[in-house]
């Protein structure tokens, strides 16, 4: 991969409307972002269904956002879609699967009304949420970021960063009773 392009170079392609720009995108990210959505969806059509659409609502959104950071950018997207994948071939049925654990442990740090969210501008809630990570160490940032963002399992997260299970969930507790009481301190009621 000695011609691999930088990310800067990737955004230009596509900021210049150049089919290579997709080419790049997929060479040089398909499997992070094919690890992002297989977590979320599991099964390996949809995930590289969702692969796929990440390619074309990157092509679609550049120009006119010019992302500084592309490897967040495209995990954004394709969560995005892997999570509305996931919501529709879950609609009815909840269950204990990671998707499902994950999202409803940190809902204990929101309120339980439906409307919160609709209430609260998104992007408001995620600055708080990104300002209290701010204040936490590294490994913090990158055990919530991991299981809350990448939704990775706790045992995934555990051998990623060569802790036990237990310390892990001790600090993904700790975690999320700091950031309902920081977000009660901005305002935000459980």
């Known amino acids: 991969m000695g011609n691999e392009l930088q990310d800067n170079e990737i955004v230009q392609l596509l900021w210049d409307r150049q089919e290579e720009g997709i080419a790049q995108l997929q060479a040089k990210y398909k499997r992070y972002c094919g690890a992002i959505a297989k977590r979320i969806v599991v099964n390996p059509e949809d995930t590289e269904e969702c692969v796929n659409d990440t390619w074309l609502r990157a092509w679609n959104s550049i120009p006119p956002h010019r992302p500084e950071n592309l490897a967040g950018y495209l995990a954004k997207i394709v969560r995005n879609l892997a999570l509305n994948t996931y919501k529709k071939q879950h609609r009815k049925k909840r269950g204990g699967d990671v998707v499902t654990v994950a999202l409803e442990e940190l809902s204990d740090c929101l309120a339980d009304k439906k409307d919160t969210l609709e209430e609260i501008e998104r992007q408001e809630l995620s ?33 990623d960063l060569q802790i036990k299970e237990n310390t892990v969930k001790s600090i993904l507790f700790r975690m999320r009773k700091e950031l309902k009481m920081y977000l009660e301190g901005e305002g935000i009621f459980i």
């Open 127 to 159: 600055d708080m949420i990104a300002n209290y990570l701010r204040g936490k160490s590294i490994e913090q940032q990158a055990i919530f970021i991991k299981r809350y963002f990448y939704l990775m399992e706790i045992k995934e997260l555990a051998g």
